[in-house]
């Protein structure tokens, strides 16, 4: 496997103080082994490829899942738990100008079906995932943003058909949300969640519907004559259509397609303790909101129900242990300097993990171009609980050659260009994140 970050990235150091796994029991699933046929086969047990597997199970088809780790290893059971709008990393004159004001609106129409899809999976299949918060909340980070609060509730009441609520900053103490913000905005679609809870509730449902999940079985080779044969160290997996569902840890050869169409950025995450009444009150902050501002290094943050705070930040450009004590640092930082009555409060969580993003900054769900009867999803940037669930549904519905039950927008059906740089790709991040560092985010 041809993977641009160092082994590390890819192994435990990363995700060894997430949150995550404390609140729940990863259920022991077996390596696959021997010679496996089945019609489709899926790489990937995140949102995405579970997602798939559980569309396909319940249609009829006899599914393979395959995760070269246990359930949920990768994003899906490691980032923030907000399950809300997004996909794209473009703003609305970008995605008009490129795709036309139609093709725009069908995307921003596609966003909130995901947002509505996730919601029906975890109500029918009774995933208990720790849900909260009544849509998503904007934090003005200056004035400016401020400013703009007034026609960003336009942009969201034309293109969701929701009417978002405008928060002065004199009104913030009084909702629960005192920081060094000058208003906020809250759009009513949207819940956060417990990411792992929710995977591995979907792999639950998908099992029940009769897909077969196996973990610790890294594929190493995919070889096409007719159908599809996946190489692993102990299984041969014969399969007549496949889905290629690994985001942000897929390589560069697994398929060669993906090479350069796909840029791993890290996301970092600190988790407080529980804290008490009076330390909630003392800061100010109590609103169960998922919350976040819109700087380029955007922070994100939400109270959980037993009154723990988790924060996260994008930005870290090296991984290593040296790497991920530094991020701490300044994650910190940006903690404290943002809840400042907060400074006493432990953060005995702390982790990162990697998101994908692409060149023209959409995703992408559709076929492998080179590879029929081959499909992926791709780069969400950052935003993959409600459009990795939908776009396995999506691929699901192409691998049956089926009529696809739900909007495909015009968007997500152009395959993602190769980045510059081909493995050398990441420093063409090293500008922006350093540009951002110096002027605050």
């Known amino acids: 496997m041809r993977q641009i970050f160092p082994a590390y990235t890819y192994g435990e150091g990363p995700r060894a103080g ?33 997602s798939a597997a559980l569309n396909l199970a319940e249609a009829g088809s006899d599914v393979v899942v395959v995760d070269a780790q246990s359930l949920g290893w990768g994003a899906s059971g490691r980032n923030g738990g907000f399950c809300c709008l997004g996909g794209s990393a473009a703003s609305d004159s970008i995605l008009t100008k490129l795709h036309g004001e139609p093709a725009r609106r069908e995307f921003r129409t596609a966003e909130h079906r995901a947002v509505d899809l996730t919601a029906s999976l975890i109500k029918k299949h009774n995933i208990a995932c720790d849900t909260h918060s009544d849509g998503e909340t904007l934090m003005a980070h200056t004035q400016k943003a401020m400013d703009g609060f007034e026609d960003r509730a ?152 037993n009154k723990q705070m988790l924060f996260g930040m994008r930005g870290g450009l090296a991984s290593s242990a040296a790497a991920d004590a530094r991020m701490y640092r300044l994650i910190r930082t940006h903690f404290e300097t943002m809840f400042p009555a907060w400074t006493h409060v432990e953060t005995p969580y702390s982790w990162q993990g990697l998101l994908s993003i692409s060149r023209d900054l959409t995703p992408y769900a559709g076929p492998i171009p080179e590879m029929p009867g ?46 510059p740089l081909g493995r050398f790709r990441r420093a063409t991040l090293w500008p922006l994140y350093a540009y951002a560092m110096v002027v605050g985010g």
């Open 18 to 50: 997430c949150y995550w796994p404390d609140t729940v029991s990863v259920p022991a699933r077996l390596a696959a082994t021997g010679r496996i046929s089945c019609d489709i086969a899926v790489i990937g047990a995140g949102f995405t490829g579970l």
């Open 374 to 419: 081959a499909f992926t999803a791709i780069s969400y940037h950052g935003n993959g609980v409600a459009m990795g669930t939908y776009a396995g549904a999506l691929l699901a519905d192409m691998a049956q050659d089926r009529t696809l039950q739900h909007l495909h927008p015009k968007i997500m059906q152009t395959p993602p260009k190769r980045f």
């Open 154 to 305: 336009k942009t969201i009441e034309r293109d969701y058909g929701v009417t978002p609520t405008i928060l002065q900053q004199s009104d913030l103490a009084g909702h629960g949300m005192t920081g060094p913000f000058f208003g906020a905005i809250t759009n009513p679609i949207g819940f956060a969640l417990n990411p792992l809870k929710y995977s591995l509730g979907l792999a639950d449902a998908a099992q029940k519907a009769g897909a077969r999940i196996f973990s610790d079985t890294p594929v190493q080779r995919i070889d096409q004559q007719g159908g599809f044969t996946l190489t692993t160290p102990d299984a041969t997996i014969i399969a007549n259509r496949l889905i290629v569902a690994t985001n942000g840890y897929s390589s560069d050869d697994l398929p060669q397609w993906l090479r350069a169409r796909y840029l791993p950025t890290q996301s970092n995450v600190i988790v407080t303790r529980p804290m008490s009444d009076k330390e909630l009150d003392t800061q100010g902050w109590t609103t169960h909101q998922m919350s976040y501002d819109d700087r380029f290094l955007l922070h994100y943050f939400r109270l959980m129900p």
